[in-house]
């Protein structure tokens, strides 16, 4: 041993550290970058988008396809915004900032691109369970029905083949993240995809067989990311069929997933004493808000229901 | 990742078949015999078959070929010998238009209902098809542009089986069409002539037309073959690359982009370490289009000299040569032009580069170069954004240099030439000569090769003048992304700037003509059509504008328009507006320009 001060031999198996525990090393320093939004001059850091530059100062960017947690696949171009010295529109949730850019946020143009975005999403499929893109709608004074009543649409039967999770495709605008969620981004399973090409292209299972037969494991994180409802907890769906799926009467609470070391957080939301479905913050550190079967699906534990059908027959302890 | 296949398996032939394609399975894990002793206790899958994912398309395309789809088992198989998870199988092989996804006949008739066809009788065949063999979908299909126009009306025979066939039929008619979907057999036809120009001295890119056996590697140099590549490789690199940026080449695919700008970039980043490629775009699925298929077939090893010099000025290892699925011949010329020059130490072992042809299968989209990246890559066919350009991240995420046929067989010349000598012929901004394509109601439909300069009005003579009625009503420029001009207009010299100026594009140098008695409100109900099943669908813009566009259209040629006439332009220009200034690629850029271009200049709906 050459350290002196070293007296009992340590177990070299089990190093000990000696000082502070080192910290990662720091992130580059990233240089700020000049640019000007709506003629506000503003300076981020390079590599920021012009969609989190424009939030930073307060301006709000429509979105569809775009998630904190997910890849940007900039394919609904809600977000376009107008950037001096490019031909075409660009999308604000991928497109990096570069020095000395300017962009318009809201000039004519813009809006004119947003509103036919919408137009066009809200002529083919059903939104009633998309509250976002309803509320853009409005507020770009969106109008899909002068389309005319025989515009093609993307309307089919809904697909329910398993007990915890529905598809209804006639709500989706295929905005590619539930299949990011399968994928790449999140759960690495690949049980869905986009199929066919077109106005045709639609998300699949291979040769559209049933859930229960593909590789999906249940994680439903393709659920959580989905803006329309097109994918839907079977609980929530049922309710809605039945009438009985009041927001108002529910209330969301924060806990902790009790089945693993992970400790994923769940937002339970709740209604009339039963768990109707569960979501995770995309903020949760540990894995951005996607969870496993069990943290979604696995709670009916603590609300088993009294089967409907006659009471169980009495047992020798309940008569006594 | 753990593959979740259904119990489907292949059948012994597609499985051989597909084992043609990619070699016999190293091991059990990737499809082959399970051998506890060798697989028993190693995992062989993962990132080494995830890394052939580039060979996810041939695959297809083999066992396709074999059985005249692709079956769950034979999807199976393709997934488990490439590691890739079943539903990306699915979702690639059902984005090509080619592919069925159902059983269907080994046997299929793709008739062509575009427009070049549409003015040559295609209406009339698709018609007696329906009587005579039912209903298009099984024994026959419509097909959007085949890229035959100057032989039209056009069909490709494709069979499957152990031996595959694949053969064009143009020109076609019902009757022959028939016989051929009920017996198989081909009888010989002429090919016709596709370059009227042949055999002319001053021709520079179709000179060895009609006189070189394409099939020969030893005629190609008695005509002058390879002076150029030993030429480019006493020169050096820099010095090809300064003789291209002097030559003022540009871009023959579309974009009209310079040439020797694209080179320099890559060879500037010749030393950061990371492979480059070159692709050549052979996709030519713009309709009207057939000038690089003409020089495929007919001179293919021009393109393969050509592809050799500009991978070693860009300092490529590897180039990629993606050719459309509905060309058989130029595929059968091209992977013997490239087995010759292999065999002769032109290309391959021993040199310093080589190229792997790729077939498409049916996808216009694929000609937009970083589709057709994500296409050679094993992914759908869906463009990505831009920035990052190609010379940056390209395929594979590398640097890549992708050019047209006909940009790359300028570059012998302008080796052996010189720059500055190319540059004299031509404009000032658009030198060297041009490919146009010729079709419709002209007297002698082909590829024409002529100095740019050259006003629409002189290459329509070149060819012999109007046809059909002898009254031309309109000419369509630059294909179904370009634009129509009225026979006022025949004055625009057809040079980018020229063109341009008129408000029309030279796109890939469609001229196609149509007489007095064509009904224009059809033809555009064909384009608009064109772009509503071509659009990859991956954007809002060109998913649902393509169709509401088409909707549209037929509201207006019906005669019964939503509101008004007026107030359906009006939403028309919102359609044309929003595509073009929100789509993610020059697909939906371009949707409306042909019918923006018509509705302009005619009153076409009242
Ligand atoms: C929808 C679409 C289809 C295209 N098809 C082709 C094609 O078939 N062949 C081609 O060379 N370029 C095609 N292009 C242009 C290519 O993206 C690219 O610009 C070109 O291959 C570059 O080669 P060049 O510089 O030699 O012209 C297409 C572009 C778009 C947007
Ligand atoms: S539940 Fe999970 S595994 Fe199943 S499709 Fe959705 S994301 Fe994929
Ligand atoms: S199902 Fe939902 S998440 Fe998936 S593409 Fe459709 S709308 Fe998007
Ligand atoms: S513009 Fe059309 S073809 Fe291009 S990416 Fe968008 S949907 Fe696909
Ligand atoms: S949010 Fe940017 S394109 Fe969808």
Redo the contacts with the bound molecule.
Sequence with gaps: MSDPTNAAAPNPLIPIPRGPVPLAPPAAARCQIEITIDGRKLSVPEGTTLLEAARSIAIDTP????LENLT?V??????VVELEGSRTLV????RKAEPGMSIQTDSERVRLSRKLVLEFLASSVDTSTAPALRSYMERYDAHPERFGASAATVAQPVKIDNELYVRDYGKCILCYKCVEACGEDAQNTFAIAVAGRGFAAGISTEFEIPLPESACVYCGNCIGVCPTGALMFKSEFDMRQAGSWDESRQTQTDTICPYCGVGCTLTVHQQDNQIVRVTSPLDQQVTDGHLCIKGRFGWQFVQITAPAGPPPASTPKDAA | MDLHLSAALPTEQERLAVDAALGIPSSGWTGGVRDIAVDGRTAASGHAARAERHLLLPALHAAHARAGWISPGALNYVSQRLDVPPAETYSVASFYGMFSMEPRPARVIHVCDDIACLTRGAGAICEQLENKLGPPGSAWLRSPCLGLCERAPAALFTEAGEHPREEALAPATADALCQIANSGVIPPGSPGNSVPQAGQPQLRLLQRIGKVNPQSLADYRAHGGYEALRKAVDMGPAAVIREVIASKLVGRGGAAFPAGKKWETLHNSRSNGRPHYLVCNADESEPGTFKDRVVMENDPFALIEAMTIAGFAIGAQRGFLYIRGEYPLATERLLHAIGEARAHGLLGAGTHFDIELRRGAGAYICGEETALFNSIEGYRGEPRNKPPYPTEAGLFGEPTVVNNVETLINVPGIVLEGGAAYAAIGTERSTGTKLFCLSGHIARPGVYEAAFGATLREVIDLAGGVSGSGRLQAVLLGGAAGGFVTPAELDIPLTFEGTRAAGASLGSAVVMLFDDTIDLRKILLRIAAFFRDESCGQCVPCRVGTVRQEELMHRLAGNHPLVSVTQEAAVLRDISQVMRDASICGLGHTASSAIESALKRWSIFQ
């Design positions: 979105t569809l396809c775009y940007p900039n394919v609904c171009r809600v977000c999308p604000a949730c991928s």
